[in-house]
């Protein structure tokens, strides 16, 4: 979570490396609670248990289980394991899932708009509501990531959800001592190392853990720098009595990663994948590789704990806390003299090391952030007769330290201090930090929420909820200036309803109506300054949005044959749209209110097995979206009342298949996306792409000692095309527009991730 404050979103695609979780005898996942480290473990699947578990939630729900998870690649993050399922659309910076600049979007919806949850605690930016799967568990600890593509569980300690929830759900430690040795290596100078260790159960405590450590090192696929991540898991599990368990889940991660540079269409068409950092420094070049590389630290602790009272009676409460610190740096040239410090002009000059005969210096400019996090959210369930009721609060704090300094840059290009912090940071005459933004925000998030599921009949379900949420922003600009206090409080009232009809053991129907609201992220309160003159005004008045959707789906969960399809609508008010903005030099998350907006759309998959260990997977969305007002552009509004929202392909899907004879297995995939608009005028876009991704392997255990031995070799992108995967930074038009009352409004290029190069990996895990 360093890198929760605004980071660059320069990137380009990276494709999953997909396949499907086997219905028919399958390696054990390295971890499972029962398994013995010594042994082979054969699990039958008469139905499916990977990519359609049986579901009986009233909404669309996808997941991916450990089955999935172990043919895959074991670099990708969970945004690019998730790529296939319906409605899901991911753009990354390279094949690895190392970059932090990713995009995942669902149903047309941003990534600040779905939520994050790993063990029941919340992984999203509370500031800026965005999530960094590079800094997740490693894919080896985790169980299964469930993708609930519209609406999220009352009890969710998330905030402005309409586009979902993705749900990571961590191994519990094996009951049997055990490890689990994972080596790859891979294109790109690609290598990692993962070691794992679980305990078994510990004397007569009935204390299980596991902890485990991996390091991942690879070049840039384009362009010069590499990507370093060193990373920690570890959970302690005590389970007793009939049902009762406590858990304490960490995660830390450590990372110096690349940020790759987005081009423009005309970028694109000038450079192509040539579109990259300089490899090596002259003097004055701000556009040098190491001026680009973010450094970040975090740590995740979540303690889940669950409580059976009784047969009608139990607790679940979840206390979480995250820290992290990082810096998104970029190159940029300062001056001895002509500067200001908010509003305020420097009247002395300020020493900068390096500055040529006309006092100009190359620095790095560091966005740095300072985030800690905690919270808890504990639910009541009490089950009376055909009334199965929930009651639970949620309480958050968030304190997000944002500066914004410079440091100086030796002759050879390298930087006194790469994490930016303040000890190493250029200073004003009379000893003050010189910072092109200095502030500190507190978030407090309160909610209630009540619900009653209410078994009508045997077959027939109806669930009753209400949620209410309160979001305060306070904080503080400590640049000079006529701002320094910022409040921002809010309320929203949640209602929603379902219906679940089961028509036999087979089939299920479902219906349901939620409501949703995104309160603006923290930057939008804030003044930014040039050359001692607001360049933007920060306002309390941006409304929140607020929005109503609606499902309706149908399941079939077969021995052979399992197919769901869901309807889906969603009507926006005050839509707020997060993009990249140039500010100070630095790309930095911004929000736009794109007004009303309509969508609509169908998603479904089916899942095929027609012979033991084949299984057929297809999946895919139809998605329409209107925005229903025109935008206000200074004195005027742009005419984009009937446009298509942008960063909404209307078809996407996917197609793959898998094979496991429990010697040998593999997999292929293939994901297209459809055309996606990058401006709300749809004066410009990207063409629909497709990609393949590849995987075989063979079980080496009865060859050699009995004990899980699995070599695989993953191809990513294999056909290797050259194409824009998504939209990096919105534009409102992109070329010059007449607007509704008759002036030019200017426009301006958004810019664009580049679809990853191919990569190949090989990978030998071994258990003892």
């Known amino acids: 979570m360093a890198n929760m404050i605004r980071m660059r979103l320069m990137g380009c695609s990276a494709l ?14 390295a971890a499972d609670a029962d398994n013995a480290a010594d042994t082979i473990r054969v699990i039958g699947h008469p139905d499916p248990e990977g990519l359609l578990p049986e579901q009986s939630a009233p909404k669309a729900i996808s997941a991916i289980s450990a089955d999935f998870i172990i043919k895959q690649a074991p670099t990708l993050n969970a945004f690019q394991l998730v790529n296939l399922l319906p409605g899901a659309n991911v753009s990354s910076s390279d094949p690895y899932g190392l970059s932090t600049s990713s995009s995942l979007t669902m149903r047309g919806l941003g990534q600040d708009e779905i939520g994050v949850l790993m063990e029941g605690a919340p992984q999203n930016d509370i500031g800026y509501y965005y999530a960094y799967p590079s800094q997740f568990a490693d894919a080896e600890n985790v169980r299964q990531v469930a993708l609930a593509q519209g ?8 905030l402005g959800t309409a586009g979902g929830l993705l749900s990571l ?20 100078n690609e290598r990692r190392a993962f070691f794992r260790f679980d305990t078994g159960l510990i004397g007569n405590s009935g204390v299980r853990a596991f902890l485990s450590y991996s390091n991942n090192r690879a070049d840039n696929w384009r362009g010069a720098g590499y990507d370093l991540r060193n990373h920690i898991d570890g959970k302690l599990l005590k389970e007793w009595g009939e049902g009762n368990r406590a858990s304490l889940a960490i995660s830390f991660n450590s990372a110096k990663t690349a940020t790759y540079p987005g081009p ?39 303690a889940p704990v669950h409580l059976r009272f009784n047969d009608r009676l139990s607790l679940d409460t979840t206390t979480y806390l995250q820290w992290g610190y990082g810096n998104s740096p970029y ?33 790095l400019g560091n966005w740095t952030g300072n985030q800690f996090r905690g919270g808890n959210v504990t639910k009541l369930v009490f089950q009376a007769g055909a009334h199965r009721l929930t009651a639970g609060v949620w309480f958050d704090y968030g304190n997000d330290r944002v500066i914004q300094s410079y440091t100086s840059v030796g002759a050879d290009g390298q930087v006194a201090d790469e994490w930016g912090y303040q000890d190493k940071a250029i200073r004003t005459a009379d000893g003050r930090l010189l910072a092109y933004e200095n502030a500190r925000t507190l978030t407090i998030s309160k909610a209630f929420f009540l619900a009653d599921s209410i078994a009508i009949t045997d077959r027939l379900t109806a669930d009753l909820g209400f949620k209410g949420v309160d979001v305060l922003h306070s904080g503080r600009n400590f640049l000079p200036g006529p701002q320094s206090g910022v409040h921002f409080d809010s309320f929203a009232a949640l209602p929603r309803a379902a219906l679940h009809y089961r028509i036999d053991d087979r089939q299920q129907v479902f219906a349901n109506i939620t409501t949703n609201f995104r309160a603006p992220n923290e930057y939008t309160l804030y003044n930014t300054y040039d050359y ?10 941006l409304k929140n949005e607020y929005s109503v959707s609606e499902e309706l789906g149908y399941r079939y969960i077969g021995p052979n044959l399992s197919f769901s399809l869901t309807g889906f609508h969603y009507h926006f008010r005050n839509r707020q749209l997060s993009t990249v903005i ?45 925005i229903d007002s025109d935008l206000a552009v200074g004195n005027d509004w742009l005419p984009t009342r009937g446009k298509q929202a942008v960063s909404s ?7 793959g298949s898998t094979y496991d004879d429990g010697r040998l297995f593999g997999s292929t995939a293939l994901k297209y996306v459809g055309r996606q608009y990058s401006t709300f005028m749809n004066d410009e876009s990207i063409p629909a792409y497709a990609t393949l991704d590849l995987s075989v392997g063979v079980h080496l255990a009865e060859w050699i000692d009995g004990k899980r031995t699995d070599l695989r070799v993953n191809a990513i992108n294999i056909t290797n095309p050259r194409v824009l995967s998504g939209v990096q930074s919105v534009g409102l038009n992109a070329q010059d527009t007449i607007g509704r009352n008759g002036t030019v409004i200017s426009g301006a290029a958004p810019s664009y991730y580049i679809g990853s190069g191919r990569a190949f990996v090989v990978t030998l895990a071994r258990a003892f």
Do not use: C, M
């Open 16 to 29: 999953v490396l997909a396949g499907f979780a086997v219905h028919a005898p399958v390696q054990a996942h």
């Open 151 to 158: 609406s999220v569980d009352l009890d969710s300690p998330v």
């Open 169 to 188: 759900s961590l191994d519990d430690p094996a009951k049997k001592r055990g490890a689990l040795v994972d080596l790859s290596l891979g294109s790109y």
């Open 264 to 302: 423009t269409l005309g970028d694109w068409q000038t450079y192509g994948r040539g579109y990259n950092f300089d490899k090596t420094y002259t003097t004055g070049d701000t556009n040098y590789w190491r001026f680009y590389r973010a450094p970040f630290r975090n740590i995740y602790l979540s």
């Open 331 to 363: 190159g940029t040239q300062l001056a001895t003299t002509g500067n200001y410090l908010g509003t305020e002009a420097l009247t002395q000059p300020i020493t900068l090391p390096g500055a040529d005969a006309n006092g100009v210096a190359t620095v």
């Open 532 to 541: 001692g003159e607001i360049s933007t005004q920060g306002t309390t008045a």
């Open 582 to 626: 140039d500010s100070g030099g630095a790309l930095v998350y911004s929000t736009i209110n794109a007004g009303s907006q309509t969508s609509y759309g169908v998603d479904g998959e089916i899942d095929w097995r027609p012979a033991k260990g084949v299984s057929l997977y297809v999946s895919g969305e139809y998605l329409h979206t209107q």
């Open 649 to 655: 392909p209307s078809f996407q899907f996917g197609v």
